[in-house]
């Protein structure tokens, strides 16, 4: 005898049971699209961007360290400028001043000279210099991941134009901004004539530094900038592949309550069925 009620119960217990599983998989994971199997256009759009924002954690990471070595040179040159403007006031002071005058600022002036040698040979960040250089190209700085609808990929890179910015050749050989005034000697040259044209070296040289540490300025001012648009483009990211892939929680373990309440009520339907069909077995007995 085919017991119908039997296979109802027992075709909607299987069905509970899968669905079960479904949502115990969800509240496990804490996502509602897995695999692929699970959405394939939600899981393959999931997965690409996911695919961005690693590249633009590496971008993050090439941002962080720029901006490092950005800042170090903006320090040590804002520290130059103030060394250089020092030693402007002190020609000034030399200026008709006796030999013996003379000679002490020239010994002012010396340690002046050694600060900005040290404080540009010094800025250094993860093995880069661009105070003290041989290099007269660009320095870039990947600052952006983009991909076209198309497909097509484009990093974006901020330049820093060394030439524009260094202040001596590497180890701090001539070849840069400060190269005249390094030449400054008033116990040598102390005439007024020859003081004047040191301040003419020293205007020049604050000039070009000045133009120098505004340039590095607007790049670390960019950089920062690009820093936070990253940051925040990410958590974008990852909150738009949580909207296609998260499972919402509290639906999932409402829906699981739910569902074992419905596993149990058929577990007592299956039973209810057998039992009727072994009564009516009973009676032919």
Known sequence: MTNTSAMVALQSLKATNKSMDVVQGRISTGYRVAEASDNAAYWSIATTMRSDNKALSAVQDALGLGAGKID???????????????????????????????GKIQAEI??????????????????????????????????????????????????IDIASVKLFAAGGLPGGLADDIMLIDIVTNGADADIDGYLTDV???????????????????????QKDFVSNLMDSIERGVGQLV????????????????????????????????????????
């Open 72 to 102: 170090t040179s903006y320090t040590a040159m804002n520290n130059v400028l103030e060394a250089v403007d020092a030693i402007k006031s002190k020609l000034v002071t030399a200026r008709g001043a006796s030999a013996e005058n003379q």
């Open 110 to 159: 010396e340690i002046l000279l050694d600060h900005i040698k040290s404080a540009a040979t010094g800025a250094s960040y993860a093995g880069t210099n661009i105070l003290a250089t041989d290099d007269t190209g660009n320095m870039e700085v990947v600052s952006a991941y983009n991909r076209s609808s198309a497909g097509t990929v484009t990093v974006g890179t901020i330049q």
């Open 203 to 225: 205007e020049t040289a604050l000039s070009g530094m000045s133009n120098a540490a505004a340039d590095l300025g607007a790049a670390k001012t960019r950089l920062d900038l």
């Open 246 to 285: 998260d499972a919402d929680m509290n639906e999932e373990s409402t829906r699981l309550q739910a569902l074992q309440v419905q596993q149990q009520l058929g577990i007592q339907a299956l039973a209810i069925a057998n039992q009727n069909a072994q009564s009516i077995l009973a009676l032919f007995k």
